[in-house]
């Protein structure tokens, strides 16, 4: 049974740090690219970052660059994502995903974040950055 566990989240106030995880289970781990998605209240889902872990091949919105970083550890099937500078605006439910397709690298390549293909989800972890 695949199974993605997000945790990590928290309260921070602006400027501070937080780094999620996301421990993945029940496929192999480095055959698929993993996506992190927001969620912030009467807000649409919104693509984050997403890594190709057996590339290192990395991706992330303009909205992140420069103060998240995506990174994954094999040994721990694990995908992190150290977020820096954080605004309130970053406020949101953090989710990862699965990418849907074992040949992906045409679609990543042409969206790293679409959420259509991202095939199994966790159930989300809340990120809260006070001013």
């Known amino acids: 049974e695949v199974q993605l566990v997000e945790s990590g989240g928290g309260l921070v106030q602006a400027g501070g740090s937080l780094r999620l995880s996301c421990a993945a289970s029940g496929f192999t781990f480095d055959d698929y690219p993993i996506g992190w998605f927001r969620q912030a209240p009467g807000k649409e889902r919104e693509g984050v970052s997403s890594?190709?872990?057996?590339?290192?091949?990395?991706y992330y919105a303009d909205s992140v660059k420069g103060r998240f970083t995506i990174s994954s550890d094999i040994s721990k099937n694990t995908v992190y994502l150290q977020m820096n500078s954080l605004k309130p605006e970053d406020t949101a439910v953090y989710y990862c995903?699965?990418?849907?397709?074992?040949?992906?690298?045409?679609?990543?390549?042409?969206?790293?974040?679409?959420?259509?293909?991202?095939?199994?989800w966790g159930q989300g972890t809340q990120v809260t950055v006070s001013s």
């Open positions: 995903a699965r990418h849907y397709y074992s040949d992906y690298v045409p679609r990543w390549a042409r969206n790293p974040v679409d959420p259509w293909d991202y095939d199994y």
């Open positions: 890594i190709i872990i057996s590339a290192g091949t990395t």
